[in-house]
């Protein structure tokens, strides 16, 4: 009686690239533009994905313009166009960091689709892939300015100085670049979109509320008011403030640039480092 031997399943090995060590600086901007081409394309495909960047100026403008303009608008000596005038360089802030979210998030949704995967099959520097990211959220954050700063002149608000309004808006995209190295590492790390979406609001809000955004520090306690002194997010708002209405101006702005450039320099490294050793 024949024994009938069985042969095992033969399975196609997985070949995975490296990037080229060689690529120089051309490459990897041919790179990153083909790569930010893709990521335009897929927000034409998916309009939806705009939805933040549009809507939510609208609705965090509306909200504290006329909840609380009246009540902190009196304690600025004003009513509610005086906080308008207050509020809105301090929402260009948030509007870097609420962006910045969106780029974890959306790494990590790669990882999960398969796309990383297409990319790691290709020759190409992974750096290029993280800067396309970012390049994309920029874009994103310049259209959520630009609906934020047409909300605001219909409630009230006072452009004074054109030339300092876009000194903001770049300031803010220095900060928000640089912020977003630290939601790519969450990207990477976490586990799914969710649970980057949700570390990243434990790091947005203390940021956000602990701060000059929405209402004067002279009033908190001394040590929030010594936290705030040093928040990024107060030196950016105070920097913004001071570039759009007038004001002091030098020490938000070297808070902002130090705090921009101490993420950026420590971050960036560590989120190149942990998508190629994912990737």
């Known amino acids: 009686m024949s024994t009938a031997t069985t042969t095992p399943p033969v399975t196609a090995p997985t070949i995975t690239v490296a990037a080229d060590p060689r690529i120089g600086l051309r490459g990897h901007l041919r790179h990153t533009g083909a790569l930010v081409r893709r990521n335009l394309l897929w927000i034409k495909q998916d309009p939806e994905s705009m939805m933040d960047a549009v809507l939510m100026p609208v609705i965090f403008t509306l909200l504290f313009v006329y909840v609380f303009g009246g009540s902190i608008g009196q304690s600025l000596g004003g009513g509610q166009q005086q906080y308008v005038q207050y509020v809105i360089p301090g929402m ?45 959220e920029l874009l994103r954050l310049l259209v959520a300015t630009t609906v934020l700063m047409v909300v605001a002149v219909l409630v009230g608000f006072d452009i004074t100085s054109w030339g300092g309004l876009f000194a903001a808006l770049g300031l803010s995209a220095l900060f928000g670049s640089a912020i977003m190295w630290i939601f790519l590492v969450l990207g990477v790390t976490m586990k799914n979109a969710q649970s980057v979406q949700a570390m990243g609001f434990l790091v947005m809000m203390p940021l956000q509320f602990g701060s000059s955004i929405f209402a004067p520090t002279a009033s908190m306690p001394g040590w929030l008011e ?33 705090w921009s450039a101490g993420l950026t320099v420590v971050m960036a490294p560590v989120a190149i480092r942990k998508f190629t050793k994912k990737a």
Not at 92 to 111: L, P, R
């Open 226 to 258: 010594s936290f705030t002194k040093y928040n990024p997010m107060s030196g950016l708002a105070d920097a913004a403030r001071g570039l759009m209405v007038g004001g002091p101006v030098a020490h938000g702005l070297w808070v902002t640039l130090a």
């Open 92 to 136: 260009v802030a948030m509007m870097s960091m609420n962006i910045a979210q969106g780029v974890g998030t959306g790494f990590n949704e790669d990882f999960h689709k398969g796309i990383m995967d297409r990319f790691r099959s290709l020759p190409i520097g992974r750096g290029s892939v993280l800067i396309a990211k970012i390049s994309v």
